[in-house]
């Protein structure tokens, strides 16, 4: 909907994600008995308006990602904390809860961004990939009090698995072999005691065969010792308790 891309069938694939992929999500996700976060662009949540409280309703979290998944980056500061602003009101009526973490569209920061995210008050971003672990981002030299998150693209579900039938952007992975590149990541991060994270699109991940794919991997990591499920905010405020105390 951001680019205008309104069609019947682009609409429907979009459509997907919420009618079948979230269902099952949240089903894995029970019986698995893990909490996970939801970063949920405030258009979604306006079409959608259960959507957002039945997240929290199960026990999960509810942060931000834009307005209309806009691209941030072509924004003056005052359109962009005008839209995330909006964003934060639009979650906090539906759930209850103000959302403490945002991830930007698409993943990136404009030159703006650092200071909206400081001045609307969040303690983490999950947008950027300086390191495995969770930092601390810097704003002209000086600590934030933010805690970055990192996200990376072999951790994420979209450069193996999207399809543009109108582009050469075909899925190139079996879903299963995808699993052997999630299950390493996983495998070493445990051996270095550290962050394992990944990111996923109910419209990309939520097919039968991802799906069983994603129920193997959670059932792998779970026969590990000392491994802690926890959402994006949860492991924020591990890392810096100050700040969500």
Same mark, same amino acid.
């Given at each position: ?5 309104v ?14 992929g979230v269902p ?5 996700? &029970?019986k ?15 079409? @959608? ?30 359109n ?9 009101a ?12 945002? @991830? ?8 703006? &961004? ?11 971003d ?6 495995d ?10 600590? &934030? ?18 399809? !543009? ?13 995808l699993?052997?590149?999630? @299950?390493?990541?996983? !495998?070493?991060?445990?051996?270095e ?26 059932t792998?990591? @779970? ?23």
């Amino acid at each position: 909907m951001r680019d205008g891309e309104v069609s019947p069938g682009r609409m429907a694939q979009g459509e997907y994600g919420a009618r079948v992929g979230v269902p099952r999500i949240l089903d894995l996700l &029970t019986k698995h008995g893990i909490s996970a976060s939801f970063f949920i662009p405030a258009v979604c949540a306006l079409l @959608r308006p259960d959507e957002a409280p039945r997240y929290i309703a199960d026990g999960h979290e509810v942060a931000v990602h834009g307005w209309i998944h806009e691209r941030n980056t072509h924004l003056s500061f005052d359109n962009e904390l005008d839209l995330l602003g909006r964003a934060i009101a639009v979650l906090e009526g539906q759930t209850g809860v103000r959302p403490v973490g945002i @991830r930007t569209p698409s993943w990136d920061f404009s030159d703006s &961004t650092l200071d909206v995210i400081q001045e609307l008050g969040f303690g983490y971003d999950s947008s950027l990939m300086a390191d495995d672990e969770p930092y601390e981002l810097l704003h002209k030299g000086k600590q &934030t009090g933010i805690v970055e998150i990192p996200v990376e693209w072999i951790r994420d579900d979209a450069p193996y698995l999207m399809m !543009d039938r109108f582009s050469g952007l075909r899925p190139y992975m079996a879903p299963r072999e995808l699993g052997r590149i999630w @299950r390493d990541e996983f !495998d070493t991060s445990y051996a270095e005691g550290g962050t394992f994270e990944l990111t996923m699109h109910p419209h990309i991940i939520g097919h039968r065969s991802r799906m069983s794919m994603l129920d193997e991997l959670l059932t792998y990591i @779970r026969t590990f010792p000392d491994v802690w499920f926890t959402t994006h905010a949860g492991l924020a405020a591990h890392v810096s308790p100050n700040i969500f105390s």
